[in-house]
């Protein structure tokens, strides 16, 4: 808890995190969301409103950011020189990842139930099936990106690699699995590699509960290949995290 404590007063005095995990996707949001209504009209789903594809998309893209903040928090405690006092403390490497991942678990969280909130609230966005596989579906895609956030920390060894890393991988699969804009309105070429990315796996599951009238039943197929990525990630981790291994900070 005192590790939790500090990250959030840390948040507090720099709350760009999550402003780039709730603001900028509710802006897309806002934009994109009519010209996505006549993208699915085009695949059938005509009177369906085009927040039906932005906020799930925007959600899952944004929150992949939340892998380089889980990164950051370890490595800066690196930076301070801070990481080898709370080793020598005794803390527990359970209790110490545990206090690092807590509170990107909560942004991520609060990201989904803001622009899910928004998206009902003002820009028409119906739940034709499931609220309850929606939730399941956002819990296993936050719990997929906090795990690839402590791979990505133990795999990197430096602050750089885990910026460039895990931003460009944020985009460059959010777009691959249809974070932007359906996986069918993009080039033909990308369609069969499409599944490679968690982002499609997501979409998969969001839109079978939103536009298909979908249940729990229905969204367990792509929330059980969300939970195969999660396992590899963690698989990463266990393989390459070593705590006492020192990291590379900007200085």
Known sequence: MSIVRTELRLLRHDPVPAAVLVG????????????????????????????SQTVPGMACVFASFAIAVVGFAIFREHGWRTW???????????????????????????????????????????VSGSWIAVVLIAAAFAGLVLTAGLAAAAALSTIQQVNAVTNLGAMALGGLGGGFVPVESLPDWIEPIAPISPVYWAMEGYRSAILDGGGVTDVLGPIAVLLAFTLAFAGIGLWRLRLDEPKRTWG
């Open 24 to 51: 900028m996707p509710l802006v897309l949001m806002t934009l994109l969301s009519d010209a996505m209504q006549w993208t699915l009209a085009t695949e059938g789903y005509t009177g369906v409103a085009g927040s």
């Open 84 to 126: 080898p006092r709370l080793r020598a403390a005794g803390v527990s490497g359970r209790a110490l990842l545990g206090g690092k991942l807590a509170v990107p678990a909560g942004l991520v969280a609060a990201q989904h139930a803001v622009l899910f909130g928004f998206g009902v609230a003002f820009l028409d966005l119906r």
